[in-house]
């Protein structure tokens, strides 16, 4: 019964370092989400996807990519990793994209990254 | 400028009394709120939700109100328990009521005092 599993839990960079968060779901959900949590500021959606192959922007998409190549996988890719993406990462699936009805969001645990 | 503010960043409670976490937002757009409550080391969980055509929703122990007029909405938990140490965000949904238009408040932390 794992939910939502990403992976690494915590990661160290060094500025133009590249990496990658994997974020599993077994829930068999359509929509997967990124997003990044700052102190004293509220989770920002960086991107999401509506279904396999599809990946969309968010508020805060600068510096990130994501990609949907299967439907339980959602990766978020840093390509040079900047200061300024120091952040807890969360990704969460959802059976709808509406926020009535089914449409709760199951969170991650939270994947914290330091770039140096 | 934030849309969604919770501008208590932290509350504590006395065991068995009532807990008020307080959202306050700008757009009048917003169709739909949600709270979701976070416990360190775990991801968000929903806790409850409200319609912006309501003013009340309740839930067991938790009730969220709604006043439009006045742009603010309020978690209410009674009785408060030691389990409801947490962090609370508020969060808000428009137009339209699909996630890619939420936007979460900074969170309060609440503590419950045994």
């Known amino acids: 019964n794992a939910g939502v599993t990403q992976t690494p839990k915590f990661r160290v960079l060094k500025t133009g370092q590249s990496m990658t968060l994997l974020c599993a779901q077994d829930?068999?959900?359509?929509?997967m989400y990124w997003y990044r949590q700052d102190p004293g500021m509220g989770l920002r959606l960086i991107h999401y996807?509506?279904?396999?192959?599809?990946?969309a922007k968010g508020e805060v998409p600068d510096g990130y990519n994501v990609s949907r190549l299967k439907k339980q996988n959602f990766l978020l890719g840093l390509e040079s990793a900047a200061p300024s993406q120091t952040s807890v990462y969360f990704c969460?699936?959802?059976?709808?994209?509406?926020?009535?009805?089914?449409?709760?969001?199951?969170f991650g645990e939270g994947s914290r990254l330091t770039v140096l | 400028d934030q849309q969604v503010k919770q501008n208590s960043p932290s509350l504590s409670v006395q065991e068995g009394r009532i807990s008020i976490l307080n959202c306050d937002y700008t757009?009048?757009?917003?169709?739909?709120f949600l709270w979701y409550k976070k416990y360190p080391a775990e991801g968000p969980t929903f806790l409850i939700s409200?319609?912006?055509?309501?003013d009340k929703n309740e839930d067991g122990r938790f009730t969220v109100f709604l006043n439009k007029s006045a742009k603010h909405l309020s978690l209410h938990i009674v009785p408060s328990q030691p389990g409801d140490s947490a962090v609370y965000f508020c969060?808000?949904?428009?137009?339209?009521?699909?996630?890619?238009?939420?936007?979460f408040g900074p969170g309060t932390s609440l503590s419950v005092i045994p």
């Open positions: 409200i319609s912006s055509i309501k």
């Open positions: 969060a808000a949904a428009g137009p339209g009521v699909s996630y890619d238009k939420v936007i």
């Open positions: 757009n009048s757009m917003f169709d739909y």
């Open positions: 829930m068999n959900h359509e929509y």
């Open positions: 996807s509506v279904g396999e192959g599809t990946t």
């Open positions: 969460a699936s959802s059976y709808s994209i509406s926020v009535i009805n089914t449409g709760e969001l199951f």
